[in-house]
């Protein structure tokens, strides 16, 4: 593994271990403003991307056809570019430890440098999204999207089992960990001790919290909302990944030609900037507890690759680094069971 920026190549590497880190360099693309960097002090931007880096390579661990795409590309000897990541959050008062819905990754993502970068009514599934732009490199770090679910828009049998699922969670962050928050969105930099430490716990949030859910109320849940179903059984992993590639249309025509499960359309924004096509989600085998108690297993949808492609804003040479509700509700049927 070969990178100028010793900072990010250790926290990479004591993350995920040299093996992890070695493959994820091997096929992301490091924006070149981590040519370099002070040793021994790891600034947030690292930090952002550090934590940008683990996450591609754990959702490449549980998404196979992701892992084969990206590949695939590596052995072109090219490398992919990670617009953004997704993960999808339960606005509930009910949430056990964890707090409800964006806050429980708001509290990381500031000190890391991000803001708000648009608020997207998802209302045909009862959802809003938000995206958060890293603010010291806006193009070339990841963005993320946040989601969450509105229970109260639902049934009350479905705002019941909601309760049942998400009222077991946990939190992940410990004290230490909302003290490094704290120093790292004052000073905007950390040890690489206890940047390390704190990525650790970064990568903990990303997970699912809560306990194993029954088969009923998943089936509650499945009922009414494929996203809640969803967040039942892989909580706040990853959703999916982002390729940000030239041309969306001529990616997803090749991928059809080797017979992937791709999704039918493109979708394009209202601006006509931002065009999205992902991989079908791969499937996982989930356990849920039983009518009798017992422990079953059952394949539901797991996580997915998405690719975008991105034009700059008229009169501007800034990429348009906006979401659009319409295509992000046609992107989200990816995980449908």
């Given amino acids: 593994m070969r990178t100028d920026n010793s900072n990010l190549a250790n926290l990479i590497e004591k993350v995920i271990g040299a093996d992890g880190a070695a493959q994820v360099y091997r096929l992301l693309a490091i924006p070149s403003v981590f040519s370099g960097g002070e040793p021994g002090q790891v600034s947030r931007k690292e930090m952002a991307q550090a934590l940008n880096m683990v996450l591609f390579h ?19 000897g090219d490398k992919v570019w990670h617009d953004h ?32 970068n648009g608020v997207f009514p998802l209302d045909r599934i009862g959802m809003t999204g938000r995206s958060y732009v890293q603010q010291d490199c806006p193009e070339q770090i990841a963005q993320f999207f946040v ?3 509105h229970p109260e828009k639902f049934s009350v ?10 009222s077991t969670s946990r939190d992940p962050l410990s004290p230490k ?23 650790v716990q970064l990568q903990a949030c990303f997970a699912c919290q809560h306990a194993t859910p029954t088969l009923a109320d998943y089936d509650v849940l499945r009922a009414e909302s494929a996203e809640m179903a969803w967040i039942a059984t892989e909580g706040n992993t990853f959703n999916h990944v982002t390729d940000r590639v030239a041309d969306v249309a001529q990616v997803a025509l090749q991928q059809k030609v080797l017979r992937r499960p791709m999704k039918q359309s493109v979708e394009v924004s209202q601006s006509g900037r931002i065009r999205q096509t992902a991989f079908l989600a791969d499937n996982v085998t989930r356990r849920f507890i039983a009518a009798d108690g017992s422990l079953v297993e059952h394949d539901v949808p797991g996580s997915f690759y998405e690719f975008i492609s991105r034009d700059v804003v008229d009169g501007s040479d800034q990429l348009d680094l906006g979401f659009d509700a319409g295509n992000a509700q046609g992107i989200f049927r990816m995980t449908a069971s």
């Avoid at 990541?85 to 440098?113: D, I, M, Y």
């Avoid at 049998?157 to 998400?166: L, W």
């Avoid at 909302?178 to 206890?194: F, I, K, P, Y």
């Fill in 58 to 76: 754990d959702l490449l661990q549980r998404v196979p056809s992701g892992r084969r795409y990206t590949e695939e590309v590596a052995s072109r």
């Fill in 85 to 116: 990541g997704a993960l999808r959050t339960v606005r509930w008062a009910e949430n056990g430890a964890l707090p409800p819905g964006e806050c429980a990754f708001t509290r990381l993502l500031e000190p890391l440098g991000y803001r708000l």
């Fill in 147 to 149: 989601s969450e679910l």
């Fill in 157 to 166: 049998p479905f705002q019941q089992a909601v309760t049942r699922v998400v």
């Fill in 177 to 199: 960990s909302h003290w490094l928050l704290h120093e790292l969105g004052r000073d905007n930099r950390l040890s690489v001790t206890h940047a390390i430490s704190l990525l």
